[in-house]
Nanobody, 120 residues
């Protein structure tokens, strides 16, 4: 059973930092591409960053480049999102996503999300 559990969200002032974590289980984590998405109220869910297996490459949303950093720990089946210099427009529910390769296709799984609120 695939599980993705996010943690680390909360309320932070503009300019502050948060570190999100996603603990994964139930699949071969090292083979999966892991991604962070976010969804603000009234907006569509958008891809923040994706990190391929073995951390081979990352792809950041333009608005977070230079402020957010993702990393993965294959030994602990965990992916992190370090968010610095947070802005009010970063306020959203942040979701962890796993893209798991199978024979001839991929499967996609989502965590439950964690709320990040940037406000003074």
């Amino acid at each position: 059973q695939v599980q993705l559990v996010e943690s680390g969200g909360g309320l932070v002032q503009p300019g502050g930092s948060l570190r999100l974590s996603c603990a994964a289980s139930g699949f071969s984590f090292s083979r999966a591409t892991m991604s962070w998405y976010r969804q603000a109220p009234g907006k569509e869910r958008e891809l923040v960053v994706a990190i391929t297996s073995a951390g081979g490459s990352t792809n950041y949303l333009d608005s977070v480049k230079g402020r957010f950093t993702t990393s993965r720990d294959d030994g602990k089946n965990t992916v992190h999102l370090q968010m610095n210099s947070l802005k009010p427009e970063d306020t959203a529910v942040y979701y962890c996503n796993a893209k798991i390769p199978e024979i001839l296709r991929y499967r996609y799984y989502w965590g439950q999300g964690t709320q990040v609120t940037v406000s003074s």
